[in-house]
């Protein structure tokens, strides 16, 4: 197959380094792969696929909608001779769907990594009126596959779950071994310092840990347009060097190593490749209970659950765990799910099913042109 694996930009994050990793697995399986990226940002990963040998073109589109992006893309994806078009996410779909159809594409897949809260009204309407063009519509969680599911009706036999996958063996080859330096607990968390992580949370969370357990600290991965707010409030909650905002990095499988529990605050997710990590690197899982995180971290074996929003019970939580048998428990049960069920293979061999059902009713150039059937169950 000659596959397009479609992104809002290739700058550092989850939903980015999933698709780079789906690509590079593609790649070696045979495939022919590309990325092409809607805007270009901080091209973070750009090496990472260079050296994989993938093609990345940007297109760097700028605010508004753009007829030149569309039109550059549906000419790029001839030129590629593309079989599947692969989006991540309602932005970039409504461009690479038109493009795909233009260009006579003859399988285009979606792939929703959050939820329907997270999608405005414009996105959601672009979004329906393309569905009679798009072939299948992967979501990362039964959860969000639910609520689309239920909102599009007609569609609902082009929905399917594939969960996200990642290369676990790199962050098993570097385990953390969590309780082995109490009382000292390292208390971690990766994600971008935006308003839907919600670290505020996590550290008002922590600064209650911290009044029983002092010898506690909290280590923040990440960077994104809160920082120095973050940075104020721990200021103002007299955390000090308890409390290290380490910014961004690609070395995250180094940073999980040295930790004793992952902590995930959001408000909203889809399937987080974050929560995949700290459990492929042997970590206990404190987390809000949002969109599929239960789904791939059973709850008090592997991980515990609070509500979003709420420092109380998130501190809490914590405290529950916070032994050293009990966290390395947790950890290794963690591990042995993502080992089992959470790799990149998985997912490509999920996604790859999907691409051959579609491609087994391949119409003509000019016949791609028209909606596809909705009744059609692949």
Not at 14 to 28: F, N, P
Not at 105 to 131: E, W, Y
Not at 157 to 164: A, L
Not at 249 to 264: H, R
């Amino acid at each position: 197959m000659r596959i397009v694996q479609v992104v809002r930009s290739l700058e550092q994050g989850g939903l980015e380094r999933l698709a780079v990793d789906l690509a590079i697995t593609q790649k070696e399986r045979g495939h022919w792969v590309a990325l092409y990226a809607v805007y270009k940002h901080e091209p973070a990963l750009l090496d990472d696929a260079k050296r994989a040998g993938i093609p990345v073109i940007q297109f760097n589109k700028s605010a508004g909608f753009s007829i030149r992006t569309l039109w550059n893309m549906a000419i790029q994806l001839r030129r590629d001779q593309v079989s599947v078009v692969h989006t991540h996410n309602e932005l970039v779909h409504t461009y690479a769907a038109i493009a795909g159809g233009l260009a006579g594409v003859p399988c285009i897949v979606s792939s929703i990594h959050g939820t329907k809260g997270g999608m405005d009204r414009r996105l959601q309407r672009n979004f329906r009126a393309l569905l009679p063009w798009t072939d299948a519509v992967a979501t990362v969680s039964a959860d969000t596959a639910i609520q689309f599911s239920a909102e599009l009706g007609r569609y609902r036999n082009k929905f399917h779950v594939v969960r996200n996958g990642i290369p676990v063996d790199k962050f098993a080859a570097r385990s953390a071994e969590p309780g082995s330096a109490w009382p000292r607990i390292r208390i971690g968390t990766v994600a971008r310092l935006a308003e839907v992580k919600d670290q505020s949370t996590l550290l008002r969370a922590f600064h209650i840990v911290q009044g029983k357990f002092p010898s506690a600290e909290l280590h923040l991965l990440g960077d994104g347009p809160l920082r120095k707010n973050l940075e104020l409030l721990s200021e103002r909650l007299g955390l000090g060097s308890c409390v290290t905002f380490h910014g961004a990095s690609s070395n995250v499988a180094e940073f999980l190593s040295g930790l004793d529990l992952f902590a995930l605050s959001s408000l909203s997710e889809g399937l987080p490749v974050a929560v995949l990590e700290a459990m492929s690197a042997g970590l206990p899982i404190v987390s809000t209970r949002v969109g599929g995180t239960s789904e791939i971290a059973p709850e008090h074996t592997a991980a515990v659950y609070c509500p979003p929003g709420n420092p109380e019970s998130l501190a809490e939580k914590i405290q529950l765990i916070l032994d050293p048998q009990r966290m390395k428990a947790m950890g290794q049960v963690s591990q042995n799910i993502a080992q089992r069920s959470f790799t990149v293979e998985a997912m490509s061999d999920g996604y790859e099913a999907l691409y051959q059902k579609a491609l087994c009713k391949r119409s003509s150039r000019w016949a791609s042109l028209l909606p596809r059937r909705s009744e059609t169950n692949y």
